[in-house]
């Protein structure tokens, strides 16, 4: 009957330490997977900011293209009506010496 009662606590002690080392066991997974979740929302998290971060980085670098070609397209907007002005300004000063050689000619005769 002692014997019984030893192998009876024997049992109770061994299945109480099998529960404590999985117990250990498990919550050091459970740590491990927590970590790693842990992380990959952090990392997630870094990811949209840095999607975040390139999408205003490509807005400002954009803006700034934007900005240079629209001060090339008024100054070639600026340079056409320049070069249209001269050439009606030309036609009418050759209109001039030409209206001024024919009164010379008529002149003479």
Avoid: N, P
């Amino acid at each position: 009957e002692t014997w019984c009662l030893r192998l009876a606590d024997a049992r109770k002690v061994e299945a109480t330490a099998q529960r404590l080392i999985r117990h250990m066991l498990y919550s050091h997974i459970a740590l491990g997977f927590q970590t790693w979740l842990l992380f990959t929302q952090k990392k997630a998290h870094l990811t949209d900011c840095c999607r975040s971060f390139v999408r205003a980085v490509m807005r400002w670098s954009s803006a700034r293209l934007a900005t240079g070609f629209q001060t090339w397209l008024s100054f070639v907007d600026y340079q056409k009506h320049a070069d249209h002005v001269l050439s009606r300004a030309c036609r009418h000063w050759f209109q001039l010496i030409k209206a001024e050689a024919f009164e010379t000619w008529c002149l003479r005769l």
